[in-house]
């Protein structure tokens, strides 16, 4: 009797932009309900994840680590043991990748959520993840998420997720916080900001020679019904506005520039060209590529 297999392969691919390798780690998959959509009806959304195939609100969650000039950065690191059991896998994925978490020298966040900064501590032991890393991030993140008088005005599952759960994410690293407004954070990565989901969401736009890829950070949450729709926002959305127009100017300058994109929501590897659609967008998923 020869057994069925029980794991998915491991989650891990490369993909060259110029002399920049960048793996995508999965961290797996994160299941919620449609009803957290802002500007659209449940009828209209839940009949464009039905048209595309989709189990209502699946959401990838992806990290990316960053092989450049010999130095190794890790952007995200997922949801940890925090959240659902079918997400959390960015340490094993790393390591399945050859990588091991103490030759990571900075992580990277997009922003302070648990699904991206879940990941950077062990949340039963209070022990970093990454122990020889600083922690990088806009400097509006921790302005935001650390302090008391924003949390006040939260609900309650804002306080608990969002406000208590990232303070205790953070701090094993207090000592090696380096906070940006925007420009180069890292070798062949600059930071350009895209507020609103986030007081400090930021994208990073990976350089090297003619090359680029844009990493978009939450532009987009489910993907399909916001690519048709950008005005589509998500209910834990900072400012939905601003969010709003933030996914419009980077949906604008991927189009326009014809750029290669992937983000922490887009279907595991993620990497897609942005076209225009009507009035809206659609995402054509990259060609499998050579790592080297
Ligand atoms: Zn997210």
């Known amino acids: ?29 994160l299941d919620g309900t449609l009803e957290v959509l802002r500007n659209i009806s449940q009828d209209e959304a839940r009949q464009i994840v039905t048209d595309c195939f989709r189990p209502a609100r699946r959401t990838a969650v992806n990290a990316f680590l960053i092989h450049s ?12 043991n925090y959240l659902q059991p079918t997400a959390g896998k960015v340490l094993t994925n790393i390591k399945a990748a050859g990588v091991a978490p103490t030759d990571i020298e900075a992580v990277l966040l997009t922003h302070m959520h648990p699904d991206h900064s879940a ?8 022990k970093p993840n990454y122990p020889n890393a600083e922690l990088v991030m806009h400097q509006r993140e921790p302005e935001h998420w650390l ?34 407004k925007e420009g180069e954070v890292f070798p062949g990565i600059t930071a350009i900001p895209r507020p609103g989901h986030t007081p400090g969401h930021t994208t990073f ?7 680029q890829l844009l990493i978009w950070g939450d532009t987009v949450h489910v993907p399909e019904v916001q690519t ?15 969010a709003a127009a933030s996914r419009r100017k980077v949906f604008d300058m991927a189009a326009t520039d014809r750029l290669l994109v992937t983000g922490m929501h887009l279907h595991f590897p993620g990497f897609a060209h942005l076209v225009r659609n009507g009035t809206g967008y659609r995402l054509i998923p990259a060609a499998w590529e050579q790592a080297l």
């Not at 000039?69 to 940890?80: C, F, H, K, N, W």
């Open 119 to 126: 990941g950077l501590t062990d949340m039963a032991t209070g």
């Open 69 to 80: 000039a010999g130095r190794l950065a890790l952007i995200e690191t997922g949801s940890g």
């Open 147 to 180: 302090d008391d008088a924003r949390m006040v005005k939260g609900s309650d599952r804002e306080k608990k997720m969002y406000f208590q759960a990232g303070r205790e994410q953070v701090a094993p690293y207090k000592d090696r916080w380096r906070l940006f």
């Open 228 to 242: 048709a729709r950008p005005e589509v926002c998500m209910d834990f959305d900072t400012d939905q506005d601003m």
């Open 205 to 211: 736009m990976i350089s090297s020679g003619k090359e």
């Open 1 to 29: 009797m020869i057994n069925a297999p029980q794991q998915q392969i491991p989650g891990v691919y490369h993909r060259r932009v110029g002399d920049i390798v960048v793996t995508a780690i999965s961290d797996g998959f």
